[in-house]
């Protein structure tokens, strides 16, 4: 499998995603996890928990699938508080770094009025490419 990040040097420079990936293989379609645990509640008092989870629940998907991290092109977040995502950046990017390690897909941040579960904080949606 070959996976590629892209950042041309016509657009800002990112910070924790690239602008555009590309690979070859099998395409997976990974569905919004939110921090649900495996009885179906959400867990996690604050966002950093929350999105934790959330990917946590998203790499166990993908691991069913066959895939790791690392096969991952593109995130998509959906987020209730964006300022509260953003007091919290670091935080998160330290949770990134260790489940994901210092690979940054394609993604996107969309600030919403709320998710499926009142409860949730967070979700995370994305799309992987595997070998063959």
Do not use: C
Not at 121 to 129: N, P
């Amino acid at each position: 499998m070959s996976l590629n990040f892209f950042n041309p040097a016509e657009l800002a420079r990112p910070s924790g995603f690239s602008h555009a990936a590309a690979g070859t293989g099998r395409i997976v379609f990974l569905a919004g996890q939110t921090a649900l645990d495996g009885s179906g509640r959400i867990v996690g008092d604050g966002v950093v928990e929350q999105f934790e989870k959330a990917l946590g629940n998203l790499l166990v998907a993908l691991a069913a699938a066959g895939g790791k991290p690392a096969d991952v092109a593109s995130l998509t977040l959906y987020i209730v508080d964006m300022d509260d995502y953003r007091a919290h950046s670091r935080a998160i990017g330290a949770v990134w770094r260790r489940l994901m390690g210092t690979s940054y897909p394609a993604m996107a941040g969309i600030g919403v009025a709320r998710l499926w579960d009142a409860e949730a904080l967070i979700e995370v949606q994305g799309h992987a490419i595997l070998p063959g």
